[in-house]
């Protein structure tokens, strides 16, 4: 009798480009979790700081599963307020240079760093740490990851401004195409994370069908922004396949489609090799 071929199913290669592994409720069993996001086929991941108080923590995670995880070394505006509030912005800055130039090789971007119209920190202050954080990575030769909340026009004012031409990765992306191809022609590609799970968000649904596939990059941003349908849970890696589904709906094609273009994407940016 002829022995039938089964083909074996290969799941797509996944980089979650925005994942805060160092926070709760990864902290405990690390390993764990790390395993979960493998077995869904999530291969690589960055983990972005917020500031000072946790760049040794996104550090040492990385330095568990080299050429799997990766890190981000910044000032998030979020926590400007609480984290080494009292230091000034050339301070902040001169200890950012200084853990760059000790930094490993997994360390690949600035950030999380931006501007929050919604938090209760100075607007002053949000941007004049921003612009020197484009600064650094300029000169580094880093892109950026870029933390937007109603701030999407500002930003792009202040990085045609500052001349900043590293690009980076507009994180958590909900907006208009238009939004969208503006940070595209500076050389950002576009974090694609839940939001697009979620029939609500209409204008971005759109956005993303219609933006080239070459721009676009997936994130988690776990253990925020849960998908629809989680909502109350805390959002983890090993859902990277449900937002790569939702966009592959939204573009009217094959997840196999687009899963190696995207792949592909998040290694160009940070300046990784993809094989």
């Known amino acids: 009798m002829q022995s039938k071929n089964i083909a074996k199913?290969?799941?797509?290669?996944?980089?979650?480009?925005?994942?805060?592994?160092?926070?709760?409720?990864?902290?405990?069993?690390?390993?764990?979790h790390w395993q979960q996001?493998?077995?869904?086929?999530?291969?690589?991941?960055?983990i972005p700081a917020v500031g000072i108080s946790n760049w040794d923590a996104v550090q040492e995670l990385t330095i568990t599963a080299p050429q799997q995880c990766f890190y981000?070394?910044?000032?998030?505006?979020?926590?400007?307020?609480?984290?080494?509030?009292e230091m000034s912005c050339s301070e902040r800055m001169r200890f950012l240079e200084a853990r760059l130039a000790a930094s490993?090789?997994?360390?690949?971007?600035?950030?999380?760093?931006?501007?929050?119209?919604?938090?209760?920190v100075p607007p002053v202050l949000q941007e004049a740490i921003f612009i020197a954080q484009l600064s650094i990575a300029q000169n580094a030769g880093l892109p950026v990851i870029l933390h937007?909340?109603?701030t999407q026009s500002r930003l792009l004012q202040l990085?045609?401004?500052?001349?900043?031409?590293?690009g980076g990765v507009l994180h958590?992306?909900?907006?208009?195409?238009?939004?969208?191809?503006?940070?595209?022609?500076?050389?950002?590609?576009?974090?694609?994370?839940?939001?697009?799970?979620?029939?609500?968000a209409a204008k971005t649904r759109r956005a993303v069908a219609q933006l080239p596939i070459e721009a676009l990059v997936l994130e988690t941003d776990a253990p925020d922004?849960?998908?629809?349908?989680?909502?109350?849970?805390?959002?983890?890696?090993?859902?990277?396949?449900?937002?790569?589904?939702?966009?592959?709906?939204?573009r009217a094609c094959a997840v196999t489609d687009i899963a190696e273009r995207l792949w592909l994407n998040s290694h160009q940016i940070f300046g990784l090799d993809a094989d």
């Open 104 to 120: 490993d090789e997994n360390c690949v971007a600035i950030g999380e760093c931006g501007l929050d119209a919604v938090v209760d």
């Open 172 to 200: 958590a992306f909900s907006g208009s195409e238009q939004q969208a191809q503006a940070f595209i022609q500076l050389g950002f590609k576009i974090g694609i994370g839940g939001v697009i799970t979620y029939s609500r």
């Open 159 to 166: 990085i045609k401004y500052h001349q900043f031409t590293r």
């Open 225 to 250: 922004m849960p998908l629809c349908g989680l909502q109350g849970q805390s959002n983890h890696p090993k859902y990277l396949p449900l937002v790569l589904q939702a966009l592959a709906q939204l």
């Open 37 to 46: 996001a493998s077995d869904a086929g999530v291969s690589r991941l960055l």
């Open 9 to 32: 199913i290969v799941k797509p290669r996944l980089f979650d480009t925005h994942c805060h592994f160092d926070f709760e409720p990864f902290q405990s069993e690390s390993t764990l």
């Open 72 to 85: 981000a070394l910044g000032f998030h505006p979020y926590f400007l307020n609480t984290d080494c509030a």
């Open 148 to 150: 937007s909340r109603k």
